[in-house]
């Protein structure tokens, strides 16, 4: 069945890159999406990554892919206090029309 | 504006009252989408629109919750005889075709007194 998991919550220090990691299970995913969720706001979609691909990188974001593990990861390099946000792994799957099936969500902390 | 719009932002109401949630996607988006984010389930799918039809309804969690589209634009989600455990926040997403991202708007905050 579908399953995304990610870790709850991570701290970095202002300046360090972060790394977010998302696991799931179904290997019939399409595509693969990072959304950010700042309090009282929406998701705002930061970068996605089709299933044949392994990397993507886009200024300060890299997705790194890892189909074999079902492995994929956000890593945002010169972390800044308004990176400070929930960050939701999304994939989509094969005759699902679309919709989304999001991870569980991952806190991020950026300290100074 | 150029997002998906909601309204209201907010919403307070009594158990057993009838509610409204509104969404206005992206002009010229044919893909509309419904989920809600509540504490203890996450992010759930609720319903996909292709125009004005909803090929997918299969995440309406009871008969008390209906959706509908017009016009292949905005579109309302109805929630019947609310309960408690409707409370959550209910986000709209668009897309310009089936597979492309989704946008989101800020979602109706749904409070159930």
């Known amino acids: 069945g579908e399953d995304v998991e990610q870790s709850l919550f991570l701290s970095v220090r202002e300046g360090d890159s972060s790394v977010i990691n998302c696991t799931y299970t179904?290997?019939?995913?399409?595509?693969l999406y990072w959304y950010k969720q700042e309090p009282g706001a929406g998701l705002q979609l930061l970068t996605y990554?089709?299933?044949?691909?392994d990397m993507k990188q886009d200024q300060r974001l890299t997705v790194l892919l890892n189909k074999k593990d079902k492995h994929l990861s956000l890593r945002i390099a010169d972390t800044q206090t308004g990176d400070s946000a929930i960050y939701f792994c999304?994939?989509?799957?094969?005759?699902?029309?679309?919709?989304?099936?999001f991870g569980t969500g991952t806190r991020l902390q950026v300290t100074l | 504006g150029a997002g998906v719009s909601q309204s209201p932002s907010n919403k307070v109401t009594e158990k057993g009252k009838d509610v409204e949630l509104r969404c206005d996607p992206i002009?010229?988006?044919?893909?509309l989408y419904w989920y809600r984010q509540s504490l203890g389930q996450g992010l759930e799918f609720l319903i996909y629109?292709?125009?004005?039809?909803?090929?997918?309804k299969s995440g309406l969690p009871s008969d008390r919750f209906s959706a509908e589209r017009t016009g292949g634009s905005v579109s309302t989600l109805t929630i019947q005889r609310t309960q408690q455990e409707d409370s959550a926040v209910y986000l709209c997403?668009?897309?310009?075709?089936?597979?492309?991202?989704?946008?989101f708007g800020d979602g109706t905050r749904l409070s159930i007194l």
């Open positions: 997403a668009s897309s310009l075709l089936g597979v492309q991202p989704q946008h």
């Open positions: 179904d290997s019939s995913s399409t595509y």
């Open positions: 990554i089709f299933s044949n691909m």
């Open positions: 999304a994939e989509t799957f094969t005759g699902t029309a679309s919709k989304l099936t």
């Open positions: 002009s010229g988006h044919t893909a």
């Open positions: 629109f292709q125009g004005n039809s909803a090929p997918d």
